[in-house]
């Protein structure tokens, strides 16, 4: 059922029909000034999949559009919709890093991109690529098509602790997350939710806990997007299934050592690629790319103690840029959510501002940061 370590390198198909040169004309951009490219040394980008299809396993028992097909796309799959938002952030970032870029740079290496073993994050990382480095100089090997292949890797949920979702993979966090929720100040979290609860169960015909109640809100919602309107018991209550939703998020991190298994992964390899870098032993990399969903990418600013209450939108993403001004190394963080043109520039608590110094973002987040893989299969102190 899994195989070991993937290597996708596709030329697919379906890009020869939405990348045309005509796409590509990367205008000098709005957020060109945001960038500070001359102390820019590396850039790390999060960012969530496009539009979708409601996922089959998601479906609740008594959903009136539980045999939809969504033919021919299929369930859980990116929708042209989403396929454009995904394009474009490629656009966007283009044109926000052209110059530290540099087409006529441009190697292999040049970019370090994975994504979750999906369907939808794996199109979206090529829909990134795609607009992010259209082929220029040599790379160009066929007139008509502005596209080159580039190559990303995804790992099996089961291998993937970075991005997948540890309650499939981290024993030690199933159990830390399950103890939370039955614990008094897990309880307390959804004290006043009783009666919506009971309600939800018995209009959906599925008991319904933390997760339960995402999986319930994307069904709703991608159902609506995709022409299938909420049945009318939901409609009243469509508020609060968000808010539950959103509270999975703060439950997932409700604590330092459930932050550390299920962010602390993908903190500690932004933090160790970054050393890497300043160490001048990195193959010259000069971007990572992490294609996720909303759940990581609202995680992350959790775990950063930026998050404000919301459901990350489609393509929404967040930079994380690597500065060294005059030999002083530090972190900006940036988080696009589309309401404002251009991605809002953050403030770490504790970091001293907009920028934070690397040795004091480790300071203040290394206790956060996992060992070794190891670490989750040992249940010491958990009953
Ligand atoms: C889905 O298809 C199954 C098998 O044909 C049928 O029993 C069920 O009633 C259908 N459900 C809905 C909601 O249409
Ligand atoms: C990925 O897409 C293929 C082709 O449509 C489909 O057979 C497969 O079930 C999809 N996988 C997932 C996890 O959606
Ligand atoms: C939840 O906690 C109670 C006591 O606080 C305990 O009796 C029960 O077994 C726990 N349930 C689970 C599923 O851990
Ligand atoms: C539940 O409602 C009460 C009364 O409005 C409020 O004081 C309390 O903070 C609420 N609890 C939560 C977890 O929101
Ligand atoms: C989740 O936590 C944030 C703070 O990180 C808080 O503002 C918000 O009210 C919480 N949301 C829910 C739905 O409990």
Redesign the pocket.
């Known amino acids: 059922m899994f195989e070991s370590r993937t290597f996708a390198f596709q030329a697919s198909v379906f890009l020869l029909f939405v990348v045309g040169p005509s796409c590509l004309v990367v205008g000098r951009s709005v957020n060109r000034e945001d960038v500070d490219t001359e102390s820019l040394e590396l850039v790390h980008v999060l960012f969530r999949h496009g539009d979708r299809t409601p996922d089959r396993r998601a479906l609740y028992k008594n959903d009136p559009y539980y045999n939809v097909t969504y033919f021919p796309i299929g369930n859980g799959q990116l929708t042209n919709a989403g396929k454009r938002k995904e394009y474009n952030i490629g656009k966007e970032l283009r044109s926000r890093y052209y110059e530290f870029l540099r087409d006529d740079k441009f190697t292999l290496d040049t970019v370090d991109a994975r994504c979750t073993d999906y369907n939808r994050t794996k199109m979206s990382l090529q829909l990134v690529l795609a607009s992010l480095f259209p082929p220029r100089g040599n790379y160009v090997w066929e007139n008509r098509l502005d596209w080159q292949p580039v190559p990303f890797n995804y790992w099996p949920v089961k291998e993937d602790h970075v991005l997948a979702d540890p309650l499939e993979n981290c024993p030690r966090y199933n159990k830390l997350f399950w103890n939370y929720l039955n614990s008094s100040e897990g309880r307390k ?1 959804y004290e006043n939710y009783t009666e919506v609860i009971q309600y939800l169960e018995h209009h959906t015909g599925s008991p319904m806990t933390s997760k339960d109640f995402a999986d319930l809100y994307f069904t709703l919602t991608t159902e609506r997007e995709n022409g299938y309107d909420h049945p009318e018991w939901a409609k009243p209550i469509y508020h609060h299934i968000q ?2 939703c ?2 999975d ?2 439950v997932s991190t409700a604590t330092p050592e459930l932050k550390k298994f299920v962010v602390g992964f993908l903190v500690k390899k932004i933090i160790d690629d970054t050393y890497t870098k300043i160490k001048g032993v990195d193959k010259g990399t000069k971007i990572y790319l992490y294609s996720a969903h909303e759940f990581n990418v609202a995680i992350f600013l ?1 775990y950063l ?1 930026v ?3 919301h459901v990350p939108p489609y393509g929404s993403y967040v930079i994380v840029e690597v500065h060294n001004y005059g030999g002083i190394r530090g972190l900006k963080f940036f988080y696009q959510d589309y309401t404002e043109g251009k991605p809002k520039r953050l403030s770490i608590p504790g970091c001293g501002g907009q920028f934070c110094k690397l040795t004091t973002f480790v300071r203040l987040f290394e206790h956060m940061f996992p060992e070794t893989e190891n670490d989750c299969f040992n249940l010491d102190g958990l009953f």
């Open positions: 979290l808010d539950l959103i509270k998020y703060n959790r103690d998050f404000y209450s």
